[in-house]
């Protein structure tokens, strides 16, 4: 089935879902998420991956990957057991656990707000010494600023789950990329969703655009981390 849109623009199941956390609710309301958001969700990730594959030139991507809407919360003071949002990601393909793998694509739809977003979310020790010694470098430096400086100009914005609140040793402080020397993982946030395109099948192209202005920083955070 091709993508149509999800239930509504505002994502107002998310809402509801959000004041009653409790299984009884979410049961008699399984079907409206299922119908309204989990299958419109891996409609919309297959075909964003149909139209960008051919944009990621020297990396595989892999199948679509939907997040269930348990919470894990084994660790967490919060016991709500019900996330308030849907997540689905494209990710790059490499061996490893998919936590260590960058995104060609992530879709949040939900709570606190839908957006859209590319990168590497979280780095692993390993990872992150590449992925420092390649911020440091001179010429590989020189394309990572420039790649996020002609995104910057589209609307796009640089992130980071975690940052160090200095410099990690070895490097030096005022190095002119010290902002991402600092950082435990790089992605980047797509211009804000159109208003109401998250119930129309624009939602697809939209997507794809956007995905492939961002494939050259997925690719160098492929590269860099490998």
Known sequence: MAFQGFADAEAKFFRSLAKNQNREWFQAHKAEFEVG????????????????????????LDEPKVFRIFRDVRFSKDKSPYKTHIGGLIPTRRSGKLTEMSAALYVHVGQPNSFAAAGHYVMTSEQLVKYRAAVADARRGRELDKILTALAKKGFTANSHDSYKRVPKGYDPEHPRAEHLKRKGLTISFPPLPRGILATKKLVPWLVSNTKAAAPLVEWLVFATA
């Open 37 to 60: 958001y989990l299958t419109p969700m891996k409609e919309l990730l297959a075909e964003v991956l149909d139209g960008i594959d051919s944009s990621f030139e020297y990396t595989d």
